[in-house]
């Protein structure tokens, strides 16, 4: 399997993909800081389930790779709370980008207490 088979990459990937597009719309005023860290943020999460993927066989890389790609996407949702708060997102964007945001919540934890399903072994 390839990393990009992982449903938790797939998901991460169109996540961010959605919050690119949607914040292209931003003010300008907010390009160096809401949308930078919107958009950095949700991409990361996708480069860190990857780079958690491609450590699998060293167990405790692997999980603490997955908990930094958690982490990361918890920081999105917070930027996404803020676009809200903000009105840069009205309340269906932020619906639908907050259940995929928990979704990958979802499947990055499921990947965290399952290592062996994704060919790491347990601690």
Known sequence: M???DLLAYKKSYL????IFE???AFMREERHFLTD???RSSRSVT???TEAYRKRIYSKNFLSKLTDAETENSEAKVWLDFSL?????DESNYKNLTDL?????K???YMIINPVKFGSSKI
């Open 2 to 4: 390839d990393y990009k």
């Open 15 to 18: 996540l961010a993909m959605q």
């Open 22 to 24: 949607v914040s292209k």
């Open 37 to 39: 860290q919107i958009r």
């Open 47 to 49: 480069v860190t389930i």
């Open 85 to 89: 708060s903000c009105g840069y997102l």
């Open 101 to 105: 945001n928990n979704e990958v919540g």
């Open 107 to 109: 499947l990055i934890y």
